[in-house]
């Protein structure tokens, strides 16, 4: 599985977030979590008004969070410590990593 920020993407032209654009991915975790927090806190359901511009801001901030970790994913880590088959624990240093990051939009 790929860590996918959500991205606007072309539709006869035009750029949408529709629900293939954010399928799956950060950005609609992370509205899935605005609608949540603000049924429990609001004690009705969030407005449909500024929809889009939450989606929006929703993919940007996904987008920028992964592209940064994307562009720095072999400063994350330096060693990690094993333990082959439950036996003595081995330090390890790790040379690179792969975080399988995508931003670009659906096709």
Known sequence: MSLYSGAVRSVNGKYVLDTTALSDSMAQAMDDAMVDAYQKLKGS????????????????????????LKDHENE??????????GGVAIDNQVNSVSLNIVTDPPA
């Open 76 to 85: 994350i880590f330096a060693a990690m410590k094993l333990t082959p088959g």
């Open 45 to 68: 359901a969030l407005p449909d008004k500024g929809k889009d511009d939450r989606r929006m801001l929703f993919v940007a901030v996904a987008r920028g969070l992964l592209t940064y």
